[in-house]
């Protein structure tokens, strides 16, 4: 479970469906070898490189209400 921080409501992540997934989004940022940080990308962008072999060494997910 996690709580979202602006309405203080419980979120069970196994439930992001039935109409949730309107409310919230899926943001995430990425560590690329030799370039640093990218992002915040958001539900299902691309977030690394492509073609250049590159590893993603680190990538952090949070949930994040949407703004109407």
Not at 4 to 28: A, F, M, P, R, T
Not at 36 to 62: H, Y
Request: with cysteine; hydrophobic share 35%; net charge negative.
């Amino acid at each position: 479970m996690l709580r979202d921080v602006v309405s203080n409501q419980e979120i069970d992540l196994h439930k992001l469906d039935g109409g949730i997934e309107v409310e919230y989004g899926v943001l995430y940022e990425c560590h690329v070898e030799g370039i640093g940080d990218m992002g915040p990308f958001k539900d299902g962008l691309f977030c690394g490189t492509r073609g250049q072999s590159r590893r993603v060494e680190a990538i952090l997910v949070w949930i994040q209400p949407r703004t109407p």
